[in-house]
């Protein structure tokens, strides 16, 4: 312990700290008592007479390490390296482990606690983090360290690790490794720091305080006891979401997938939790079905942690943590609630206020968590801030009077630079008895309300009115979006003075400075004090045509020029866009709903949000029919429609559309017109009816190019060349694909023509152009990495793995393939899975691995068939039929090949059925039943030509084999006449003889 003078004030001193930890020492000394009590002793020697011998001094002895405090780096440094020196002559314990000793140094300003009790300040903090990602037997320096060096001692190297994000998630720290030819161990693999597993925890502003009894405690509950979900509950203001997010720091190590926190306090609608999950962890719905599924589906592999942060408002939502926990087997889950959620796997943790006074008799030399709070957030606004006993039981008392609450702590804290301490404590006092005495407040909102409206009432009239004004927004807003409601020349200023007064933070979101209410609780306060007054109609209306207008611009553009940065836009506010259509909704005011009903399902379209949509738009219609408002009833009958097609409710999505079709009819709406006979023609073709689905598509076109509205034609082209191609005409639909991706260009439509560019590569693909098929895939990649497209990016990388699968580069083909499953293993995409197992096993195939290209077939037609993908599943049980033939399993071939007709059959594919009848050649040919073979090999051969779509290398590998061993075997003759009669036989007649022969066959 570091001696001081008996009364007064010391200033801060710039210090050289050393912290030493002994690793895993309490697993040690519970398995070897005596044996690490003898190394433990060792430790204690070598440390303290290194550190008073080079001039440090002792500051604290922590049990299994130490804290010292140098005069300089110098000095430091060489004590470090003489200890870690010294410990690796430590002999080994029985089991032949090493006792491994992290040693780490860190410069920075320390302040003095009262007499006989050392000293604090973040550079402590900081150390402490360093060394909580030091390996064992490692040593560390930090940057600030590394300038006051004058030299290294001899043979000491200092290795540059770069910047790396500690467990404190506070900024980055620049950390070098400190190597030596005396230390026991030299070689060590990356810092384990937030850098090493995926997350998305932000850096926090402020040192995190105090907790560990709960951080201890909670971890032990998630890492050493399992348990899967943890609520951790409180009243507002208790620091629930500041301690979760440290937990999930420190336990990062344990989830090799990572730990994502999920922010619920801007979600309005329990429905979106599950959009809101997708986003923390960068996942993106890929195809119409069921989110939930989505979302589990990309889960159920994954070992990570969710953090649900603020889920009291979303309690209808809850029974999706119980499918969650079901469905993926390494997922746990913590949730931060003013409330439990009351499920049976709920382990409910309980956060009670932080201690006032230090309930451990052995650490009363240190300060209580929260008065070592108060005293590190004071000193942030009061750089001067002295801890002497005086100030140390004036802060004790202010704690005291706020009940340990951590938010309130803070806010009295921030004031410290405008009020001495005693003035303070009257201040706190005067506004606890005020709330006390107001009867309809909660007893659980006493200390965090009386916070608040202390802090509230020392604004200035301006200020008040402007945070009343801002909190009408969700998840932040810019300075243009404030002027919208806050209209003020001075109102820059005015949001500075709120930063500055811990009611709102700024950081840089594209480009730009986006203000945020500092939490959740002083959102609710502000919203609520807003609504209680004259302002709340004429503010939120303002909201809502703010983002109206925002909505009308940008939407307009998703279609041509500027996309992407529209959908960028309108993304970052699409929080602000609900609110705003919330407000909309519940107005006497078409034209403030207009905007919505006509922009808002284009963009959750193009980003996969149906569900969503769904769900806006029926509330869009239900708010249209009240107000009779015939310009909104379209656009909401349009949207729905175009929406329930995407979900594939076709049925419905045609009766919203034929509805709108006759509201824009008597409007005379060109727009409208076209776009619904386009649903409308989806709808036909989805169903089967090409003729009908062709003359909407041609109306369509016929309206849009009379209107000359350049990206409806395009998308009408598009449309017509899907039922072109659907019908086999290939020709016809390269000529309107060409066409649509030609405009698209013109028009900037990127995302129009990514999906442009993905059906013309399919299309090119299936009649064997395969150099054009490539270019067209690779302009579609580009354009979904650009947009950040993962389901997009992961079918590019497919489509061109099949091209080079048929050029037959296998190396390149095996390449991206796997990326393609990376990525759909990532995203959760069954479907996609399972075609890149069914691919991946075909070049295995093709490389001559019969084993594991069986092996991967058969995983792939697990999932085909567990998720209902017949189509899949017949070409599926083909390659394997195939790899049977090889492994001369005949048997298992024929009876693979049957199954793969019987489905192809079911399904009326005929590209499918051919692809049977070309091994079955093979395999009648491996089985000498040339009669058989001879038919089925000259109908796939007949079937090839007449569909145009060459057989791949795999399935025309064996029907040549079968066909060159054919013509060994038998005459000319004989030849000439099995080809008479394949000729002869109709597609059915060919499907039934194969059939036949196949149940026939002997082995």
Known sequence: MVTGDAVGVRKERTAFILFTDIYHSTQLWEKFPRDFKTALEKHNTAVEETVLSNGGEIMKNLGDGYIAIFGSADTCVASGIKIQSKLGSLPPLPDGSDVLVRIVSHAGPLYPLATGRGYFGRSLNRCSRMCQVCHPGQMLISQAVRLFLDELPEGARAVDLGFHRLRDLGESEHLYHLDHPEFKLRDFPPLPTLEYRPNNLVIQPNEFIGRAKEIRELRKQLVEDGQRLITITAPGGYGKSRLATQLCANILDHYENGVFEVLLSPIREPARIVAAIANALGFQFYDPSEPVQQLTGYLREKRLLLLLDNFEHLMEGKQLI?????????????????????????????????????????????????????????????????????????????????DGVPLAIELAAAWSDFFSLPELLSQVEHQLELTARTDDVPEKHRSIRASLDWSYNLLQDGEKQVLRAVSVFQKGFFLEAAKAVAQREDLLKVLAELCDKSWLFSRPVEGQSRFFLRDAAAREYALEILRQSDEWEATVIAHSRCYAGLLEKEGSALGRQGQLEAIKAIGLELENICEALDTAVRRDDPDLLLPFARYLHEYLIMVGGFEEAAGHYRRILDAAIHFESSPVLLHAHLGLGDILLHLGRYDEARMECLDALELAEYMDDTYALALARNVLGDVELFKGNYDASRSYHNESLSIQRAANDRSGIAGSLHALGFVEFTEGNYSVARSLYQESISIRRETGDRHGMAQTLNRLGNMEYYAGNYEAARSCHTESLAIQREVGDRYGIAQSLNSLGNVAFCERDYAATRSLYEESLAIRQEIGDRFGIAASLNNIGNVEYCEGDYGAARATHLEGLAIKREIGDKNGASFSLNNLGNIAVRQRDFAQAAEWLKEALQIAIEINSVIAIAAPLAISAGLFAATED???????????????KKLGTPFDPMDKGMLDEGMQKLKESVSADKLEELKSLAEKMSLDNLVDFALRALSEMKA
């Open 930 to 944: 040339f009669d058989a073979c001879g038919i089925l090999a000259h109908g796939a051969l007949l079937q090839e």
């Open 322 to 402: 119980p499918v969650i926990l079901e469905k993926a087997p390494g997922v746990s889950v913590l949730i931060t609630s003013r409330e439990p959620l009351r499920l049976r796997a709920e382990m409910i943790y309980r956060l009670d206020p932080l201690p006032v006074s230090q309930p451990d008799a052995k650490a009363v030399d240190e300060l209580a968590d929260a008065v070592a709070l108060f005293v590190e957030r004071a000193s942030l606004v009061k750089h001067d801030f002295t801890a002497t006993e005086k100030n140390l039981e004036l802060a004790r008392k202010i704690c005291q009077k706020l």
